[in-house]
């Protein structure tokens, strides 16, 4: 299951049994209610917004003629598989240089802001 699935999932499983928590138990307190109910819609902006910088950064560098589709798959298959960075790999597989990388990042938040 993807990360996006899991938090997604998770959060509305916790905002469940919240729900049935203040309705089961009256004594339970009002801001802990607001706060289950205030994290689900962070969770998945959160879930949301990570996957699209992630996607984004290989875009860019696909549109740029830097990489090529199967380049990128192979980034995303390898970043599945680790908890590293996009361009990290990219720079480990020797696919991109530090400059490469660091221009992309650079124009990414210029897109993201």
Do not use: W
Not at 69 to 90: D, H, M, N, W, Y
């Amino acid at each position: 299951m993807c990360k996006k699935v899991t938090i997604i999932f998770g959060a509305a499983v916790i905002g469940l049994i919240c729900i049935y928590f203040k309705f089961s138990l009256p004594a339970m307190e009002t801001f802990v209610f607001a706060f289950v109910l205030a994290a689900f819609p962070l969770l998945v902006c959160y879930a949301f917004g990570s996957e699209r910088k992630h996607r984004r950064i290989g875009e860019l560098a696909m549109q740029k003629n830097m990489l090529t589709e199967e380049e990128v798959v192979s980034i995303i298959l390898s970043q599945k598989k680790c908890t590293s960075k996009f361009g990290e790999i990219a720079i480990r597989e020797k696919y991109l240089s530090h400059f490469e990388v660091d221009s992309l990042l650079s124009e990414q938040s210029a897109l993201i802001a």
